[in-house]
């Protein structure tokens, strides 16, 4: 897993002289190429509006790396976003999906999962029991 192929990869737009960001977007492909090709490769600015931007995990997951604990934003360097992580929010990037798609394809899934489970459960739940019964039977079937 390497954040350049997380689903949750973005980037958070700054309009000029103010400290919070008006948007966020899809770090497309194009984006996702030149950062992997181009070391030094600065962030992009809009032209209409002036906005710098800055890469971001939009789940803070970078929170959770030693490195990045010192930073509130949870930003991080073009550098880091190539080497292996383990993160557990982890989802594999779909180009047209913008960040919240991403979240929900990424709910759907745990909730897909939790479904799975609860069927297996109840499966082994029934099984058990209707052992449990038949054992029953035959132990006082046979007795006199």
């Known amino acids: 897993m390497r954040c350049m192929n997380c689903g ?3 980037w958070r737009f700054y309009p000029p002289d103010e400290g919070k960001p008006s948007r966020i977007a899809e770090c497309t492909p194009y984006w996702r190429d030149r950062i992997q090709n181009e070391r030094n490769l600065g962030p992009p ?3 209409e509006t002036g906005e710098e931007s800055a890469l971001c995990c939009i789940r803070r997951q970078w929170m959770l790396f030693p ?3 010192s930073s509130d934003l ?3 360097g073009f550098d880091e976003l190539l080497e292996p992580r ?3 929010y982890y989802i594999r990037y779909q ?3 913008g960040p919240e798609e991403h979240k ?5 899934d745990e909730t897909r999962r ?7 459960i109840g499966a082994i739940i029934g099984a058990s029991a209707a052992i449990v019964v038949q054992l029953l039977y035959l132990l006082f079937a046979s007795s006199p």
């Open 114 to 120: 939790s479904m799975f489970k609860a069927a297996i």
């Open 74 to 76: 949870g930003y991080i």
């Open 86 to 88: 383990k993160c557990p």
């Open 104 to 108: 929900e394809l990424k709910r759907e």
């Open 8 to 10: 949750f990869l973005s």
């Open 95 to 97: 180009p047209a999906f």
């Open 67 to 69: 490195h990045m604990r």
């Open 45 to 47: 600015v809009d032209p």
